[in-house]
C-alpha cells in the first residue's frame, strides 16, 4: 500500500502490488459506495451478475450491498485507487447512480493523482475538505461524462443470472439449493458448480449475504430485529442473529434507525 486516509466517513487509498496471485483477491460486499480506479493491470471484475473484462485506466463505481469480486490472472503489476463513502455523500445535484465501468482518460487519472499529492501537504482538517470536494467533483464529471464511453459486460452464463434473478425475487422467503436448482431445472450440483465457478462464492453463501441486505433495509425502516427475522421467514431469532452477525460483524440492534 502507498497510501491510506481515513476519515470517520470516508477512506481514501492508493495501492501497488506486484506478482500477484488469483488468490490474493476475494469477494467482498460493504454498506457503503466504492470507487475503484485501476491505473495498471487488467483482469475481470464481477458486480452482482454483471462482469466486465477491464484494462488499465478502468473506474468501476459500486453502490451498497452490491457483491463484487475482482476475478485478474497473475500478473506482475496491480495499481489501482479506491474511495469508499456513504451514498449520503452523492451530490444532489446528480442521481444516485448504479453500477458502473467506464475507460477513463488523463483527465481522470489527474484527479486521483492531485489528491494524493494533498495527502503529503496538508494535515486532518483541510485534508478531510478537500476529500469531500475532490468526492463530489469526480461524481459530476463521471456522471456527465460523454467522453469515455462505458465498457460493455461480458456475457454470464444463463443459469447464474437467472439464479441471481430468482434470488432477488424472493428474498423475504426461505430459500435452498433445491428450490432454486428446480426453479431452473438444473440438478443441484451442477447449479453450486456453475455458481461457484462463475461467482468466487457459493450459492448458500450467496444467498446469506443479500437476505442480509435485505434485512439491514428492514431495520434502517425502524422495524424490530425480532419483527425483521419474522418477516425474513426465519425459523427462530438465534439463527437470524448469527446470519447477520455473520455477514456485518455486528448485532441486528445496530442496524436499526435509531442507531
Do not use: W
Request: aromatic share 16%; glycine share 2%.
Amino acid at each position: 500500500m502507498l497510501n491510506q486516509i481515513r476519515f470517520s466517513k470516508i477512506r481514501f487509498s492508493h495501492n501497488f502490488t506486484q506478482n500477484n496471485a488469483e488468490s490474493d483477491f476475494f469477494n467482498h460486499h460493504h454498506t457503503d459506495c466504492e470507487i475503484l480506479y485501476i491505473t495498471k493491470g487488467c483482469g475481470t471484475f464481477l458486480i452482482e451478475d454483471v462482469s466486465y473484462e477491464f484494462t488499465e485506466n478502468t473506474i468501476f463505481f459500486i453502490p451498497p450491498g452490491k457483491y463484487h469480486v475482482l476475478k485478474t490472472p497473475p500478473q506482475k503489476y496491480y495499481d489501482r485507487y479506491v474511495i469508499n463513502f456513504p451514498s449520503e455523500m452523492i451530490p444532489r445535484c446528480i442521481a444516485n447512480p448504479d453500477s458502473f465501468c467506464k475507460k477513463t482518460d488523463s483527465s481522470i487519472f489527474f484527479f486521483f493523482f492531485k489528491f494524493d499529492s494533498y495527502t503529503k501537504v496538508y494535515p486532518s482538517d483541510p485534508l478531510y475538505t478537500l476529500l469531500v470536494s475532490f468526492l463530489s467533483e469526480l461524481l459530476i464529471v463521471l456522471s456527465y461524462d460523454t467522453q469515455n464511453s462505458d465498457f460493455s459486460p461480458m456475457e454470464m452464463p444463463k443459469i447464474v443470472t437467472g439464479a441471481i434473478a430468482f434470488i432477488g425475487e424472493n428474498l423475504d422467503t426461505p430459500l435452498s439449493t433445491k428450490d432454486i436448482a428446480a426453479k431452473l431445472f438444473v440438478s443441484q450440483s451442477y447449479l453450486q458448480h456453475i455458481f461457484t465457478k462463475t461467482m468466487n462464492i457459493s450459492i448458500m453463501h450467496y444467498v446469506r449475504i443479500k437476505k442480509m441486505y435485505r434485512a439491514r433495509e428492514y431495520l434502517l425502516r425502524g422495524f424490530q430485529p425480532v419483527q425483521v427475522a419474522q418477516l425474513m421467514k426465519f425459523n427462530d431469532y438465534p439463527t437470524f442473529y448469527k446470519s447477520y452477525r455473520a455477514v456485518f460483524h455486528a448485532s441486528p440492534s445496530s442496524g436499526t434507525k435509531s442507531k
